[in-house]
């Protein structure tokens, strides 16, 4: 049972844009809602590192690296977040991760979508 699921990843051009999206097809509205967002990506023989988030509350907090190139954004309605990726390098090559942080309750990932920045 899918909880979180990514899409949107590619093959883009330095200096390009990308737009991955986020769906919990299986949460309600009220679940949703209260359910704090995230992303993470994990480039190769590397940890996995936030890199944006999103509270429940609106409160969004971002990486230093990517700070003015990316946008977080949810809209609870259709239970998506997404991740809007701009002036993109190399550097951010990496699979990208979508989490729901439910209040007081599980946590759950995505299987992620790959980016591949390159000429």
């Known amino acids: 049972q899918v909880q979180v699921a990514e899409s949107g990843g590619g093959l883009v051009q330095p200096g390009g844009s990308l737009r991955l999206s986020c769906k919990s097809p299986r949460s309600i509205l009220s679940v949703f809602s209260t359910s704090d967002m995230e992303w993470y990506r994990q480039a190769p023989g590397k940890e996995r590192e936030l890199v944006a988030a999103?509270?429940?509350?609106?409160?969004?907090t971002y990486s230093d690296s990517v700070k003015g190139r990316f946008t977080i954004s949810r809209d609870n309605s259709k239970r998506m977040v997404y991740l809007q990726m701009g002036n993109l390098n190399p550097e951010d090559t990496a699979d990208y991760y979508c989490?729901?942080?439910?209040?007081?309750?599980?946590?759950?990932w995505g299987q992620g979508t790959r980016v591949t920045v390159s000429s």
């Open positions: 989490s729901r942080k439910e209040a007081g309750g599980p946590i759950y």
């Open positions: 999103i509270t429940s509350g609106g409160i969004i």
